[in-house]
């Protein structure tokens, strides 16, 4: 990676939370979040990203599933702290998301991910229960 852009490989369907955290190279949290966070359920709201761009292939197939917020997302959304900021409507959450081709994510400053600002440089990730910090994820194909 260089400066603050990183790039990963991700299997085709592997939610983004899981991917990142995985791949060891950038955390889906921000600082404390990374250990204080619901682990996939998309309760807790901290891995808000903001997709701002996705390719698509030949079939025109969405780069992410699903393609807009699903229930979860906009439940937790619509709540603060997230609701409270101008960025709000372009928040997505990382363990919603199933990655199924290139996109490009940003990811703001707060604990949550809520606020305008860029992250400067992404949190290290950190896997405090091991492997079973993927237990609750039911969407993404085991690590090959």
Not at 8 to 28: C, I, K, W
Not at 41 to 70: H, K
Not at 78 to 106: S, W, Y
């Amino acid at each position: 990676h260089t400066d603050n852009n990183i790039s990963f490989h991700v299997y085709e369907g592997e939610t983004l939370r899981t991917a990142a955290l995985r791949r060891n190279v950038a955390s889906p949290h921000n600082g404390r979040a990374n250990l204080i966070n619901c682990r996939g359920l998309g309760t807790c709201g901290t891995c808000a990203v903001e997709i701002i761009s996705q390719g698509s292939d030949d079939g025109g197939i969405a780069a992410v599933d699903p393609p807009q917020r699903n229930t979860v997302e906009n439940l937790r959304l619509n709540l603060p702290p997230h609701n409270f900021h101008d960025n709000a409507e372009k928040l997505r959450l990382a363990c919603q998301i199933q990655v199924r081709g290139d996109i490009t994510v940003m990811k703001h400053t707060g604990f949550w991910g809520q606020k305008e600002e860029v992250v400067g440089s992404p949190s290290v990730p950190t896997r405090p229960f091991g492997e079973l910090e993927y237990l609750l994820d039911g969407k993404s194909p085991p690590e090959k």
